[in-house]
């Protein structure tokens, strides 16, 4: 007789009685999906994880498909056992003292400007990807590692916590929005 045949022939009540033909199926239990309320999360830095389907999400950094950016990937592990994970689309030249002092001007002469502005739409793109990874280093109090190459390494951030704040996209699906010092948006 197999484990679950076992477990299904005689199983002890709560009271104490023995039940005949009862049925665990404890073994099938799944953790529930959909997404999580909009709100703020305490996180840790987690080098990766499994979804329901075993698909493996990991913490790294990776050339872009087209092959002219770099996707630096953070796995979180939320304190309430749900994970989730975001990307940081960047190009190592997004780094450089022109670009940055370049950014910082452009940001502002378009101060309170909304949508793109004119004539200007790499710098916004690199202003936006440098305000997504600041955003990042501030929660955490600490500079983004790189490679020798250039490249953001992330992998020394793992374990390190933080808050983070999610929303729920047009599709269903969870998407990180946000980051702080770990508890000062959650107790």
Same mark, same amino acid.
């Given at each position: 007789?197999?484990?679950?045949? +076992?477990? *299904?022939?005689?199983?002890?009540? $709560?009271?104490?009685?023995?039940?005949?033909?009862?049925?665990? !199926?404890?073994? /099938?239990?799944?953790?529930?999906?959909? $997404?999580?309320?909009?709100?703020?999360?305490?996180?840790?830095?987690?080098?990766?994880?499994?979804?329901?389907?075993?698909?493996?999400? @990991?913490? =790294?950094?990776? !050339?872009?498909?087209?092959? %002219?950016? #770099?996707? *630096?990937? @953070?796995?979180?592990?939320?304190?309430?056992? #749900?994970?989730?994970?975001?990307?940081?689309?960047?190009?190592?030249? %997004? /780094?450089?003292?022109?670009?940055? +002092?370049?950014?910082?001007?452009?940001?502002?002469?378009?101060?309170?400007? &909304?949508?793109?502005?004119?004539?200007? $739409?790499? $710098?916004? #793109?690199?202003?936006?990807?440098?305000?997504?990874?600041? &955003?990042?280093?501030?929660?955490?109090?600490?500079?983004?590692?790189?490679?020798?190459?250039?490249?953001?390494?992330? *992998?020394?951030? @793992?374990? &390190?916590? !933080? %808050?983070?704040?999610?929303? @729920? %996209?047009?599709?269903?699906?969870?998407?990180?929005?946000?980051?702080? +010092?770990? =508890?000062?948006?959650?107790?």
């Amino acid at each position: 007789m197999n484990d679950t045949a +076992a477990k *299904m022939a005689v199983q002890i009540g $709560a009271t104490g009685t023995v039940k005949e033909n009862a049925l665990d !199926l404890s073994d /099938f239990a799944e953790e529930s999906g959909g $997404a999580l309320a909009p709100g703020w999360y305490r996180a840790s830095i987690i080098e990766g994880y499994a979804t329901i389907k075993g698909k493996q999400i @990991v913490t =790294g950094d990776t !050339l872009s498909s087209k092959g %002219d950016s #770099r996707n *630096m990937k @953070v796995c979180f592990g939320l304190a309430i056992g #749900r994970n989730i994970f975001n990307s940081f689309n960047y190009r190592t030249t %997004d /780094f450089t003292p022109e670009r940055l +002092a370049q950014v910082k001007e452009l940001r502002l002469a378009f101060k309170g400007t &909304q949508g793109a502005w004119p004539g200007q $739409a790499d $710098a916004q #793109r690199s202003s936006l990807a440098i305000a997504d990874l600041a &955003q990042l280093q501030k929660s955490l109090g600490l500079s983004l590692p790189r490679t020798d190459e250039g490249n953001l390494n992330p *992998m020394p951030l @793992v374990g &390190q916590t !933080l %808050d983070i704040r999610l929303n @729920v %996209d047009a599709k269903g699906y969870n998407n990180v929005t946000a980051y702080a +010092a770990a =508890g000062t948006r959650t107790k």
